[in-house]
């Protein structure tokens, strides 16, 4: 599978993420020959346990989340970034989890977008919203080389491309910037080939990211 | 959702009965063994307290495959009783290994954990039926496989399932209820939780299969 990286959008101090940035960014990839080749989308789950008690608290994860990827439709991935679990399943595991009672998915988000072609890249650019909702929490990119597999050996590559993007995207004078955040995916046995569990660890990185650091919401 | 009955049979007659079997089913047997742990919500945990199965598939190549299995209440009422088998809710998503830990994170722990061996058919007999004949053995130290002991020496468990859905889980019923009639002289089929004990003829009709020579045709 190809390597990619998932950058969240980072908005300046005292700015707001808005639909607008996101057209500015998907103009950006035609900008620079990239081919729109069609929309993306990816669905996340915030899961949270349910106490019979409410007053007596077990030690259990505030962290859970679930996600279904654009690239793998029969699968899902849980993710429990504090304790660096990642863990695939088919798509059935979810009617498990709503059998089971014991955790239930309280915030839903969506992520979808186009994708673009550009020569041995793809790119995806997305908004992140609440699902029954066009309020725009976030925006995201994946950016994935398809000729390579190798965390590693994609990195100076991955590095260059990015630096392009950043070159084109800041004559558009946006207040913000694509972050990449770095991780250390051994940490959760996640091995140097590219897999989707480590598109699903990235997701989960980039959403604790965007909670701490993105302003709240602008209509639009 | 699953059509499922059960029963034992005696280990001297596991050969004759893998003999029909191999006669009736058409297909290869497959070796079976695996690792079934059965883990249980702590308490306050859930709306009401849950269960579930992580099964460990331990002659996967390369490595071992897990399964998550919850397993649902059975159908009851008339309609339930009038039918030979049992049919249930059941939900199956294959895992990746360290699945185990992130029930344990969650909040599930161990009740308790059996090892399974012995083979399995695979076929389809107008339903896609699966008959197991298997030890079920025990562990004395947590996950020690190795250390496996019989929880009934001398005896073994007949599972025969069926994947069904609303639709079509009466024609499941049927196509496993008739099947299993071919089983009777050497083992009892029955719903779950409803023992029938062994075929008290099963030795005469093991002895017959073995002489024979397998060339029996049913």
């Not at chain 2, 089913?25 to 059965?38: A, S």
């Not at chain 2, 896609?128 to 079920?136: L, R």
């Not at chain 2, 099963?202 to 060339?215: E, F, K, R």
Request: charged residues 20%; aromatic residues 8%.
């Amino acid at each position: 599978m190809p390597v990619k990286w998932v950058l969240y959008w980072q908005p300046n101090q005292g700015s707001t993420v808005s639909t607008q940035i996101l057209n500015e960014a998907a103009q950006c990839a035609e900008s620079i020959n990239g081919v729109k080749e069609g929309r993306w989308k990816a669905t996340l789950n915030y899961y949270k346990p349910m106490l019979r008690d409410q007053s007596n608290h077990p030690d259990l994860p505030r962290d859970f989340l679930g996600i279904s990827l654009a690239d793998q439709p029969s699968k899902y991935y849980f993710i429990i970034r504090s304790q660096r679990i990642v863990v695939e399943a088919d798509a059935t595991i979810q009617l498990i989890m709503e059998k089971l009672q014991s955790y239930k998915s309280k915030v839903s988000l969506y992520f979808d977008g186009f994708q673009y072609q550009l020569g041995d890249f793809r790119l995806r650019v997305g908004r992140v919203v609440p699902v029954h909702s066009e309020s725009i929490r976030g925006i995201v990119m994946e950016v994935e080389y398809l000729p390579i597999s190798s965390m590693e050996k994609a990195r100076k590559v991955m590095e260059e491309f990015v630096e392009i993007w950043h070159e084109a995207l800041s004559k558009r004078s946006l207040s913000g910037k694509f972050v990449n955040s770095e991780l250390n995916f051994g940490e959760f046995g996640l091995a140097d080939t590219y897999t989707p569990q480590h598109t699903g660890v990235q997701y989960a990185i980039v959403m604790a990211h965007m909670i701490a650091t993105v302003q709240p919401v602008v209509r639009g | 959702m699953e059509c499922v009955v059960q029963g034992i049979i005696e280990t001297q007659h596991v050969e004759a009965l893998e003999i029909l079997l191999q006669g009736l089913c058409g297909v290869q047997r497959e070796r079976l063994r695996v690792h079934e742990l059965t883990l249980k919500s702590v308490p306050n945990l859930g709306v009401v307290s849950s269960e579930v199965r992580l099964l460990c598939d331990l002659d996967q190549q390369p490595e071992p495959t897990w399964t998550v299995k919850h397993v649902g209440g059975a159908m009851r009422g008339a309609g339930a009783d009038q039918i030979s088998v049992m049919v249930r809710t059941m939900i199956e998503s294959k895992v990746s290994k360290n699945a185990l830990r992130m029930f344990y994170s969650l909040g599930y722990k161990l009740d308790h954990e059996l090892l399974k061996v012995g083979f399995a058919f695979h076929f389809q007999r107008n339903a896609h039926i699966s008959v197991s004949v298997s030890s079920v053995n025990k562990m004395p130290k947590i996950h020690a496989i190795d250390e496996a002991v019989p929880v009934t020496p001398g005896m073994q468990i007949v599972v025969v399932t069926a994947p069904a859905t609303p639709e079509n889980y009466s024609e499941v019923a049927a196509a496993v209820s008739s099947f299993c009639e071919f089983l009777a002289p050497l083992v009892h089929l029955s719903k779950p939780f409803i023992s029938t004990g062994v075929v008290p003829t099963a030795a005469a009709a093991a002895a017959s299969l073995m002489s024979d020579g397998g060339g029996t045709t049913l």
